[in-house]
């Protein structure tokens, strides 16, 4: 894999002489010589990986850090798409997630039709506009995603986030499934790829649809349990206190409706101290359908 030869050169030079005050010879030495560190960063060259990752080494720079100065700090394409997903989908904006749809639908010139991607990206759409009418994804869709999620041995970014859109349309016994393989995979999530919230945020979701759609508190409350055994899960402060308002609603589900109110009140109050706005008018909005018995 090599690098581009203009960008990513004048990045590391940047690095190299303005941030660390740096020599060629220092910063080369033992790696390559001068000359091929100067025609890098001059953009005259491209580098390979074994010789990029020991010069960021001794630079002290993650390879994620030179990667995104590379780019000029511009967000990934792929972190783009889901962060206006995500906006979108707060906003309950239908228009612009039927223009993303149709965006997602259109036959994509760079990327080969026999990958899946772009069947993954219009099902996450299509999942998101459904969570909101309370719709269904088509049978062969389900099929198809699961199927994507169970081939693949790690989950990325991209994985994790399509996950959050999923839930609602999955069997309790892919979402116990996927809980057990996001805790077993925990602490590479928080420490490596730096998806700490995605994480909870699909183990939340998990157990929502599974005492909302579902009916199945028992399940919910293996996922909780497995969550409170997870190490990788108790350092999730928004996590554990949200987490706490589904414990409220198997409670209230079985039969303790006070101490349900009295821990889902908690909740609240907590959420605004932190004043995690979001995070209450989610938990505030959620709770008659945690606890609808009906």
Avoid at 120 to 129: F, Q
Avoid at 229 to 236: A, S, T
Wanted: proline share 3%; glycine share 4%.
């Amino acid at each position: 894999m090599f690098f581009s030869n203009l960008d990513y050169g004048h990045a590391e030079y940047n690095i190299r002489k303005n941030n660390r005050n740096m020599s060629l010879a220092d910063a080369s030495a033992g790696i390559m010589d001068k000359t091929t560190l100067r025609k890098f960063e001059k953009g005259e060259i491209s580098l390979s990986m074994a010789k990029l990752f020991p010069l960021l080494r001794r630079l002290r720079v993650a390879p994620s850090e030179f990667l995104y100065q590379g780019a000029d700090f511009a967000v990934s394409p792929v972190a783009s798409f889901f962060e206006e997903l995500a906006a979108v989908y707060v906003q309950r904006d239908m228009p612009s997630l039927r223009r993303m749809l149709a965006d997602a639908q259109r036959p994509r010139a760079d990327e080969s039709a026999r990958l899946p991607f772009q069947r993954l990206d219009r099902i996450t759409i299509e999942a998101a506009i459904k969570s909101l009418g309370q719709g269904e994804l088509a049978a062969a869709d389900v099929e198809f995603v699961t199927a994507y999620l169970v081939g693949q041995r790690n989950w990325f970014y991209y994985d994790l986030s399509i996950l959050q859109y999923l839930p609602n349309f999955l069997s309790p016994e892919t979402l116990i499934w996927i809980s057990q393989n996001i805790f077993s995979h925990t602490m590479t999530y928080q420490r490596v790829l730096n998806n700490a919230d995605l994480v909870g945020n699909i183990v939340l979701s998990i157990c929502r649809v599974l005492i909302i759609k579902r009916g199945d508190c028992d399940s919910a409350v293996q996922v909780l349990a497995g969550a409170r055994r997870d190490p990788g899960m108790h350092d999730l402060a928004g996590f554990a206190i949200q987490a706490k308002d589904l414990e409220a609603a198997v409670a209230y589900h079985r039969g303790r409706v006070d101490e349900a109110k009295v821990m889902h009140q908690w909740v609240v109050e907590t959420l605004r101290c932190l004043e995690l706005k979001q995070d209450t008018r989610d938990v505030e909005a959620m709770w008659p359908l945690l606890t609808d018995t009906d």
